[in-house]
């Protein structure tokens, strides 16, 4: 009974203590999918806008490299990451609606260095430009995507 009277006069403590430990940043994780080679695929996120105020954005990672900064696509960054040019085939969607932004990562024509580890994740960065100067803790789950090919027949 004394501990209900407490729990009634504090309740918000309550509720505060069962979100710690929530990844209450990214409210849709990208999703780990098998894609036929010379598909189009794309991986979102969803995230809550609140956590980007002030100096952060949101980035998309591939086997935990950087490769963009906002929804520009770094292709330099990309073509390292790759061993090949990405030929444009990857672009990123940003959809603001609320509290909530959809980015959404966009590959045409998947091709086998397209395969790895996909993430979002929050970036700060200096006031004068979008470069990522550090990864937050904020960070989605982990996409692997895995391009699938039929060998040719001779």
Known sequence: METYRYLHRFPMILILVGLVGVNSQFLIDPQ???????ADHGLECVVNRTYLAGYYFVAWTKDSEVFSARNQIDKVALENINGEDPEDRYTITKIDQGNTGTYKLIIDQVKGVDSGNYQC?????????????????FKSTVATLNVLYTPSVP
Request: with cysteine; charged share 10%.
């Open 121 to 137: 994740v929050i970036c700060q960065h200096p006031p004068t430009s979008y470069e990522c100067t550090g990864i937050t803790d």
């Open 32 to 38: 780990s999918a098998e894609v036929t080679q010379g």
